[in-house]
């Protein structure tokens, strides 16, 4: 029997660690030959970079585009266009931006992170819908990174474009210290209305109270009500690897999910464990 195709959606590769505290091993920890021992140990055939232009990493485009090369059966790039952290970030010009990453480093998708304390204007405003617009004309997949109370205002944006997915990071930010009627959580929730969102399973570190308390039964109610609501072809497995370190090992990301969530038959697993996102990174046929 082959074995099952797993396509990791979220995890990232630095040629230094970037986040405090500091690690002994900082020109190894985080390279890209780390995440495909990991892969290899565990099965995963694929993976989606997320870049992340942060601290030491100013050239993470490059560096992925560049293992992206060395590794082209292994490895999708989604580039950092605008994130939070760079001086551009829903500054004039973002749709020429987005369309010289995609040229440059010939994309598939790419990702934005958001801040924090945005109040949403940016991505109704012309140079936002602009952006988006870019996105749809080159077959983008939107790898985003958002607190939920800006669901409603990407639901309108994926609305207008309705042939970009939108895959949102980690349970699309759902948070187990919310308090009933869980009203983020709701948010989320009726963005599976919009048939172009989707979620990666990844991050149950992030969600859970304490973050390693593996298998994460806190977090079983917040991915089966993700799951009952987006299905099982609008939702992506994700490893968050290396981050995912600080919490638990690469085998425990993915077991938290392919063992653990037994609410979700085989059949539906395999699809989210790989080969949803292998649909979304496969370009359109013309």
């Known amino acids: 029997m082959a074995e099952p195709f797993i396509m990791d959606s979220h995890c990232h590769a630095w040629r230094y660690w970037p986040y405090q505290p500091a690690v002994p091993d900082p020109t190894s920890r985080g390279v890209v030959e780390q995440l495909l021992w990991e892969m290899d140990q565990n099965g995963v055939s694929q993976a989606a970079i997320v870049c992340a232009r942060i601290d030491y990493n100013l050239d993470n485009n490059d560096y992925i585009a560049e293992c992206v090369r060395r590794y082209p059966d292994r490895l999708y790039q989604l580039a950092d266009v605008d994130c939070q952290w760079t001086s551009t970030y829903h500054t004039p010009g973002a749709a020429d931006r987005l369309n010289e990453a995609i040229d440059r480093y010939g994309l598939r998708g790419f990702t934005h992170y958001v801040r924090p304390d945005d109040d949403g204007q940016w991505f109704l405003s012309e140079e936002g819908l602009a952006f988006f617009k870019v996105a749809a004309a080159r077959n983008q997949v939107v790898s985003i990174a958002m607190r939920p ?24 930010g759902a948070r187990n210290n919310e308090e009933p009627p869980y009203p983020l959580f709701k948010e989320i929730l009726t963005s599976a209305k919009v048939p172009n969102m989707f979620v990666k399973l990844s991050g149950f570190h992030y969600a859970a109270r304490v973050a390693w308390e593996y298998p994460y039964p806190d977090c079983e109610w917040i991915v089966r009500g993700l799951y009952e609501h987006f299905g099982p072809d609008r939702m992506c497995w994700g490893s968050d690897y290396p981050v995912v370190r600080r919490a638990m090992t690469y085998r425990h990301a993915l077991e938290a999910f392919r063992t653990h969530c037994t609410f979700v038959p085989d059949e539906e697993k395999a699809r989210i464990l790989g080969a949803n996102l292998r649909k979304l990174l496969t370009p359109p046929v013309r």
């Open 149 to 172: 109370h800006l669901q409603p205002v990407l639901r309108q944006v994926a609305e207008r474009f309705p042939s970009v997915p939108f895959l949102f990071h980690h349970l699309a």
